[in-house]
């Protein structure tokens, strides 16, 4: 158990809804990062907050967003779901931001778009 | 785009060593080279990472070559749980430090 949970475990919704997404960092961690992984893409990273603000994006399409509360979990809300959204979301947390911070990964949402 | 080479699987006895060779021969001195696994379809799980030097923990141990092209991460006494895609990845201290760049990784497979 990494400490990081994630929030609901599967999700099956249809095309054009709206869904979000919930982590909860471990104890102490500031930052909050969300990757997604799909079959043909492998492991993508998405976008990262440390502290409530905005760090860096990945490949993250505009229909999703993101934020990080005062209380540091996280939400990914995905809008206008396609076919090909349906993916494994991971959030991974780590104390600060940095090259030499382990992140530690949740178990993950698995979301299935009919 | 992932910066290592590994091969796409591998398969080892259990209660063998296991020992998993990753190439990343454009790293740089600012990189460190970190491991992770994914038994599944959970969430990648950080086994260990280093920068110049040999590191060990209760997981594994990683060998990193003189020249830092190579490293070798050995599983000492492999179980039917070590089964999982290994990743090697290469983390920039200066640019992209915030993300982790997954490549396909290896496929190990511990056979009984």
């Known amino acids: 158990d990494s400490g990081v949970t994630q929030t609901p475990k599967h999700l099956i919704t249809a095309t054009g809804q709206r869904v979000t997404l919930r982590c909860s960092p471990r104890?102490?961690?500031?930052?909050v990062y969300w990757y997604q992984q799909s079959l043909d893409q492998g492991l993508q990273f998405l976008i990262h907050?440390?502290?409530?603000?905005?760090?860096a994006k990945g490949n993250i399409l505009e229909r999703f967003s993101a934020q990080q509360f005062p209380d540091l979990h996280s939400e990914l809300n995905l809008s206008s779901l396609e076919l090909g959204d349906s993916a494994l979301y991971f959030c991974?947390?780590?104390?600060?931001?940095?090259?030499?911070?382990?992140?530690?990964f949740g178990p993950g949402t698995r979301l299935l778009v009919l | 785009d992932a910066k290592t080479t590994q091969p796409p699987s591998m398969d080892c006895a259990e209660g063998r060593a296991a020992n998993l060779p990753c190439n990343h021969s454009?790293?740089?001195?600012?990189?460190?080279v970190y491991w992770y696994r994914q038994i599944h379809s959970q969430g990648p799980q950080y086994i260990i990472h280093g920068l110049k030097n040999n590191e060990t923990n209760e997981m594994a141990s990683l060998i990193i070559t003189e020249d830092r092209k190579s490293s070798t991460l050995i599983l000492p006494h492999a179980t039917l749980r070590d089964t999982a895609v290994y990743y090697c990845?290469?983390?920039?201290?200066?640019?992209?430090?915030?993300?982790?760049?997954f490549g396909q990784g290896t496929r190990l497979t511990i056979n009984p």
């Open positions: 990845i290469v983390r920039d201290i200066i640019q992209g430090a915030q993300k982790l760049v």
């Open positions: 104890s102490g961690d500031l930052s």
């Open positions: 454009t790293i740089s001195g600012n990189e460190y």
């Open positions: 991974a947390s780590s104390y600060r931001t940095g090259v030499a911070e382990t992140q530690y």
């Open positions: 907050y440390y502290n409530g603000e905005e760090r």
